[in-house]
T-cell receptor
C-alpha cells in the first residue's frame, strides 16, 4: 500500500531532550518536506529536501535538524534548542519540486507535546 | 516572498447549500500553482483541487470548483451541495515553479456544515 508513514503518532518530550520524528515514503518521490502546525494556524515549513544528501531550511528551521540519507526517509529531530516544540508535525512528499504536475502529498502527522 | 491570506476564520453552511471560501495571494511570479487542501478532524491533509496559473479555465472536481482571478490574485473555492463530511478546515496554498519551490499556506478556515 503506497503512501507516507509518520511515526510515532504521539510523542512526549521532557525539557532538554532531543526527539526524532520518523517519515518514510514508498511513492518513489524525490522531494520531502516537514511542516509544523500550531492550533488555529496554517502550516509552516521547517525543512525540505529535493534529493538524497541535500536539504534546505524552511521558514522556521531554528531548533530543528534533518537528514536525507535515503530517498525514502526524511527524519526530523526536534532539539532542546527549540523553545516551543509542542505542535502537530506533518511530513509530505512530491515527485519533484517545481515544474509542472507537481503536487504535495501528506502523511497522517505526529503530535509532539512537551511535559 | 509569497503570501497567502484567508481572512475568514470560520464559516457555516446548511447541508445541501452552496458555500464559497475566499483566498487571496501575493506574488511577483507569472507561473505558479494554487491548491485547496481539506483537513478534517483526523488532521489528514487531503488535496481538494489544484489550479495552474497559466490555465484560464477554472478547475472543477465534482462538487468543488474554483474562481481563479489572476489579475486580482484571488482564488476562491465553491462547494456545492454541501455535505456533513465537508466539515473541516480548508487551507489555500501557493507554489511557484522554481527549482526550490515549496508550498506556502494560508491560516485556514474552519467550515461547519449544519444538518
Amino acid at each position: 500500500d503506497g503512501g507516507i508513514t509518520q511515526s510515532p503518532k504521539y510523542l512526549f518530550r521532557k525539557e532538554g531532550q532531543n526527539v526524532t520524528l520518523s517519515c518514510e515514503q514508498n511513492l518513489n518521490h524525490d522531494a520531502m518536506y516537514w511542516y509544523r502546525q500550531d492550533p488555529g494556524q496554517g502550516l509552516r515549513l521547517i525543512y525540505y529536501s529535493q534529493i538524497v544528501n541535500d536539504f534546505q531550511k524552511g521558514d522556521i528551521a531554528e531548533g530543528y535538524s534533518v537528514s536525507r540519507e535515503k530517498k525514502e526517509s526524511f527524519p526530523l529531530t526536534v532539539t532542546s534548542a527549540q523553545k516551543n516544540p509542542t505542535a502537530f508535525y506533518l511530513c509530505a512528499s512530491s515527485i519533484r519540486t517545481g515544474g509542472t504536475g507537481n503536487t504535495i502529498y501528506f502523511g497522517e502527522g505526529s503530535w509532539l507535546t512537551v511535559v | 516572498a509569497q503570501t497567502v491570506t484567508q481572512s475568514q476564520p470560520e464559516m457555516s453552511v446548511q447541508e445541501a447549500e452552496t458555500v464559497t471560501l475566499s483566498c487571496t495571494y501575493d506574488t511577483s511570479e507569472n507561473n505558479y500553482y494554487l491548491f485547496w487542501y481539506k483537513q478534517p478532524p483526523s488532521r489528514q491533509m487531503i488535496l481538494v483541487i489544484r489550479q495552474e496559473a497559466y490555465k484560464q479555465q477554472n478547475a472543477t472536481e465534482n462538487r468543488f470548483s474554483v474562481n481563479f482571478q489572476k489579475a486580482a490574485k484571488s482564488f476562491s473555492l465553491k462547494i456545492s451541495d454541501s455535505q456533513l463530511g465537508d466539515t473541516a478546515m480548508y487551507f489555500c496554498a501557493f507554489m511557484d515553479t522554481g527549482a526550490n519551490s515549496k508550498l506556502t499556506f494560508g491560516k485556514g478556515i474552519t467550515l461547519s456544515v449544519r444538518p
